[in-house]
């Protein structure tokens, strides 16, 4: 009966082992009597050590392998930790601000200590070379960070509480969107900062008006020479106006035309707030990829007026980049 059944479903020939031909003898009974309906039978799948041709075995493998669930990549595993603590409302609202403010302090504070304590070791590269802000001065605009972001985190955290319509969808949307791949990220991070370019032009040049001036603008100019953390020394209707209304832009366009995640916005403004205080650090270094944003906003608060943008684009466009006197200033800080 066994060499009958293993001619009809063409098996492959098998060692001559007592219990490999009882192991087979076995399956193909229980494989009958279930087709057959008589009784339900517990499946005993094949192993290699019985009789199972490799074959056979892979094709197996391959089958429950496909039917296994994905495992979760790193990204993916901490991603699901931070939606199981806190809530999507707010990582759309207190986590981008934590994030903001984290960034801001951690590139910018380290710098204003060595600035004020060991003055000697970056003087070779400080762009208006001889100028050094007060003592006090410096003091109050820490202060007024301080207590500037302090406050919006604070509203941040009112805002997820108070469970607003619009607010909810949004981070629904952002926070369920797939996790973005490296190149993803890399490429919406070159999108907003273009973004940022258009839009932070437009509202830096209205503020530079004789009408928006002296009421929003001023303040942020009490450094003629800039610190990396006076980057967010403003009045509340410049940081809503001149920073957070271009900043959001980028990100709220790729959210409704491509889908975009949480993630790639933390990333812009992580990134963000690092690249504003190099730009007003005041100091050139060689070694920053984005050196000439830096020369460029230098320039702006030294002449007033020129480079009101980040990369130089829209003022070449549109005729504010300063002309030859911006080229001459900076030959004389290069040739230092």
């Not at 009974?29 to 039978?41: G, P």
């Not at 801001?104 to 204003?112: A, K, N, R, T, V």
């Not at 001889?130 to 006090?136: D, E, F, H, M």
């Not at 963000?272 to 702006?300: K, Q």
Request: glycine share 6%; net charge positive.
């Amino acid at each position: 009966w066994l060499k009958i059944v293993l001619a009809k479903h063409d098996f492959p020939a098998i060692e001559r082992s007592p219990q490999r031909r009882r192991a087979l003898g076995r399956w193909l009974l229980q494989s009958w009597v279930r087709r057959q309906n008589l009784i339900t039978l517990p499946r005993v799948e094949p192993t290699r050590n019985e009789w199972w041709p490799q074959s056979k075995l892979n094709l197996k493998s391959k089958d429950k392998t496909s039917q296994l669930p994905k495992k979760e990549t790193r990204a993916e595993q901490v991603w699901a930790r931070l939606l199981s603590r806190f809530t999507r409302a707010d990582l759309l609202t207190v986590g981008t601000l934590v994030v903001t403010v984290l960034c801001h302090w951690i590139s910018g504070f380290p710098l204003i200590i060595v600035e004020r304590l060991w003055p000697k070791l970056l003087a070779r590269w400080k762009i208006q070379a001889g100028v050094r802000q007060p003592t006090a001065k410096i003091g109050r605009m820490l202060l007024n960070v301080l207590e500037f972001q302090l406050s919006t985190l604070v509203v941040g955290g009112v805002v997820s509480r108070l469970k607003i319509k619009a607010v909810e969808q949004m981070a629904e949307r952002v926070t369920n969107a797939p996790l973005p791949s490296g190149r993803r990220l890399l490429a919406e991070l070159g999108f907003n900062l273009l973004s940022w370019e258009v839009f932070f032009y437009t509202t830096h040049r209205i503020l530079h008006t004789a009408r928006f001036y002296k009421k929003i603008h001023k303040k942020h100019h009490e450094f003629k020479a800039p610190v990396s953390l006076a980057s967010a020394y403003a009045t509340h209707i410049e940081h809503v106006v001149g920073d957070l209304l271009p900043g959001i832009i980028g990100p709220a366009l790729l959210s409704f035309f491509a889908n975009s995640h949480l993630v790639s916005a933390w990333l812009w403004v992580g990134f963000g707030s690092v690249l504003t205080n190099i730009n007003h650090s005041g100091y050139d270094f060689p070694f920053n990829p984005l050196r000439e944003c830096a020369l460029m906003h230098d320039y702006h608060h030294y002449s007033f007026y020129s480079m009101l943008g980040l990369f130089g684009w829209m003022d070449k466009l549109f005729g504010t980049s300063g002309g030859d006197a911006y080229k001459q200033w900076r030959a004389e800080v290069i040739s230092r």
